[in-house]
C-alpha cells in the first residue's frame, strides 16, 4: 500500500487498482483475492483482464456507481449496482463529486500478427481515466502506448503500464512519464499475462522525471 496525501493506494496485480480516502474506487478489477464493496469502479476497455464479470460481483453493490469504456456498458450484466455510464475518449463525468475525463487508450505499433490489426485499436475508444478526488488527480493510462493525447497531463500520480507485448515497454513508459509529466509514477501491466518485476524495476532505474513507486501485490 501506498499513501499519498490521505489516499491509500493498492495493487491488487495487472492493471488493477484500489484507491481509498472518503470512498472506495477499483480501476480494471481482475483476479481479486477477496470481497470488499465499491463506490466507484473505472472500466478501461472490454478485454477479458479489464472487464471481468467474476471480480465486479465482489465488489459491485446498489451502491456502486461504474463508468466504463462505451464497449462495455452492454457486457456488464448479472451484477448488482446504481448505475453504469459509458464514456468515450474526450469525455468528462462527475461522479459523487469527482471528475472523470476519458483520455484515449491505443496501440501504435504493438500488433495482433493473426488479424494484422493492434491488440488496442484507436477506432475501438479504449480509454484510460484522469480522475480528480478531493483535489488529488490520478490518470490510469489503460492498455496503451505512448500517444500524443498524453501529453503534459500532469498528473498526481501516474499509473502506467510496463511490460511490453500488448502495451509500452518499459523503455517506452519511461518516455512517457517524461512526457506525461506526473509527480509519482507507479509500474502496472506485469506479472500477471505477460511481463515481470525486472520490467517494473528497469522502468523505475530509467525515470528520472519524478519519483517511482514499485508497490507489492495485495
Known sequence: ???YKGLKIRWHGHDT????????IFFDPYKLSKQSEADLILISHDHFDHLSLE???KISTIKTTIVAAKECVNKITGIAFKEKIG???????TVNGMRIRAISAYNIDKINHDTKKPF?????NKIGFLVNINGIVIYHTGDSDLIPEMSNLRPDILLIPVSGTYVMT???AAKATEIIKPKIAIPMHYGTIV???RDATE????????????????
Not at 487498482?17 to 470512498?23: G, N
Not at 488496442?120 to 475501438?124: A, L, T, W
Open 170 to 172: 518499459n523503455k517506452e
Open 87 to 93: 464514456i468515450a475518449p474526450g469525455e468528462e463525468k
Open 1 to 3: 500500500m501506498f499513501e
Open 203 to 218: 522502468f523505475k532505474n530509467l525515470v528520472k522525471s519524478c519519483e517511482v513507486q514499485i508497490l507489492t501485490k495485495e
Open 195 to 197: 511481463g515481470t518485476e
Open 120 to 124: 488496442h485499436p484507436k477506432e475501438d
Open 17 to 24: 487498482f484500489s484507491v481509498e480516502s472518503d470512498v472506495r
Open 55 to 57: 471480480d465486479l460481483q
